[in-house]
């Protein structure tokens, strides 16, 4: 047995016994290309997530409602079992299993980044052809109950879906708010670090370097108070003007120095902040290693996580103002500029 086959043996036996479905045994089927980058955020809205294959995961629980507000995990279903990648090993999981539900169903089935050449609709039909023969009625447009079926490398995930993310990120391209300016993030990744950062229902999250005020929509879209502060008058008129337009008047927008914020010790629960990017640059009066200095410092001072983005590393500076650095990713947006995302904890 191959490495390979040992490992996703070992991961597989700390979920299923002898064949039996352990229970709150949920799958993940991830977005994009980068799986521990996907898995990372996952982990704010379920429990012992393992990346599994390309593009899936196993989570030992997950909160439903949180999961429709991930940027980089497209749905997530109640594991029925935990198989090889082909149509007969998802039958014979689906013909095996106990099933306490009734009503209609749909059977979804996806061959995960087009990797494995498992038909789909081959899939469907034999999954169906079980489902009815027990008798199930089929949907396709509004069942009571959807199976998912998800093929990568060399396994199949079944199981049957309990929540799905809300896919409306392309309704606030930067280029289409009322107040743009170039560099402004993609609400994908500008999600991803809300909700890394510790955004949600009763949450605090602060951007000191506002600029457009992309962090703070997403944030205030998976339901936290966002506070925003900017040097520049530009960029807190046009942030204003923008959270107006996604989250009406639940926000705060201030003028002020990211080095010396007009906010109190502990006020929040989460920084995000994408820092000025060039070797060269300066902001207002200060040089860009001391903005980003005195900006990690009164981060640490308001807040116990951030989320920090950069075109370079900033760790061991975020160390010295007493940051952990928990995580960093490596972001490639075009052959000029390489994010730098770095995930962080006060000690």
């Known amino acids: 047995m191959t490495k390979r086959k040992t490992e996703r ?34 982990r704010v809205a379920a429990t012992g997530v393992t990346v599994d294959a390309p593009g ?18 497209h749905r997530a279903a109640e594991l029925v079992g935990h198989g090889d990648a082909s149509v007969e090993s998802a039958r014979a999981l689906l013909s095996a ?6 009503g209609s169903v749909a059977v979804r089935a996806r061959d995960v980044r087009s990797a494995t050449g498992v038909s789909t609709r081959e899939a469907e039909i034999e999954l169906g052809s079980v489902l009815t023969d027990r008798g199930f009625s089929v ?45 402004s993030m993609d609400p994908l990744d500008a999600r991803w670090a809300a909700n890394v950062a510790g955004g949600g229902n009763e949450r605090r999250i602060v951007d000191p370097m506002c600029g457009t005020g992309g962090f703070l929509i997403e944030a205030g879209l998976v339901g936290s108070e966002v506070v925003g502060v900017d040097a520049q008058w530009k960029m807190t008129r046009g942030a204003r003007e923008n959270l107006a337009a996604y989250l009406g008047g639940e926000y705060e927008i201030l003028r002020g120095d990211a080095t010396a914020l007009p906010l109190r010790d502990d006020c929040a629960d989460g920084v995000v902040v994408d820092v000025p990017y060039g070797r060269q640059s300066k902001v207002a009066t200060h040089s860009l290693s001391d903005l980003v200095s005195g900006a990690l410092d009164e981060a640490a001072r308001i807040a116990p996580r951030a989320v920090v983005v950069a075109d370079r590393s900033w760790a061991e500076a975020a160390e010295v103002a ?26």
Not at 9 to 34: I, K, M, P, Q, S
Not at 56 to 73: F, K
């Open 9 to 42: 043996r070992r991961r597989t036996d700390t979920l299923f016994r002898r064949g039996r479905r352990l229970r709150d045994v949920y799958g993940l089927e991830l977005a994009g290309t980068d799986d521990a980058y996907a898995a990372h955020e996952a």
């Open 56 to 73: 899936l995961a196993v989570a030992r629980g997950v909160d439903r409602e949180r999961i429709r507000g991930l940027a980089y995990t």
């Open 97 to 102: 299993a106990s099933i306490d539900r009734t």
């Open 139 to 183: 949907d396709l447009d509004d069942p009571d109950h959807v199976l998912c079926a998800w093929f990568s490398g060399e396994t199949c995930l079944l199981g049957w879906q309990v929540a799905e993310s809300v896919r409306d990120f392309s309704t606030r391209q930067p280029t289409d708010r009322p107040f743009f300016q170039p560099g």
């Open 322 to 347: 007493g940051w952990q650095v928990e995580e960093r990713f490596e972001r490639r947006v075009h052959g000029s500029l390489t994010r730098h995302v770095h995930v962080l904890y006060r000690s």
